[in-house]
């Protein structure tokens, strides 16, 4: 079975099934990290950014040709987080390294 998977500015990853009308699943809500966390947890912003959204906008989506399982999100933060359709609560990874938005992803052959 093919499914379309979207991501948006409101942090939701969605994957979308056409079998028996069109349904959607979310996989992922991205949360906003503080700046050099990499633990993979989704941690909710600080106190002190109480007025910001608590998601991070997603601005690109790559999935890994390998494992259909895993995919990474690019970030408005400038963080890229690795995540796996098995686990909506959590990151497997955050890769910090961009002080702007990610825009695009590629996996290398």
Request: aromatic residues 8%; contains cysteine; negative net charge.
């Amino acid at each position: 079975m093919e499914v379309l998977v979207s991501a948006a500015s409101d942090g939701r990853v969605i994957q979308w099934s056409v079998r028996k009308g069109l349904r959607s699943t979310a996989l992922m809500t991205v949360k906003r990290v503080r700046g050099g966390n990499s633990s993979g947890v989704a941690a909710a912003a600080d106190d002190s950014t109480a007025n910001i959204a608590r998601s991070s906008e997603v601005m690109s989506l790559g999935f890994d040709p390998e494992d259909a399982n895993n995919y990474l999100v690019g970030t408005s933060d400038g963080h890229i987080h690795s995540c796996s359709c098995s686990y909506s609560e959590q990151f497997l990874g955050t890769y910090n390294g961009h002080s702007g938005p990610v825009y695009s992803l590629a996996w290398s052959p």
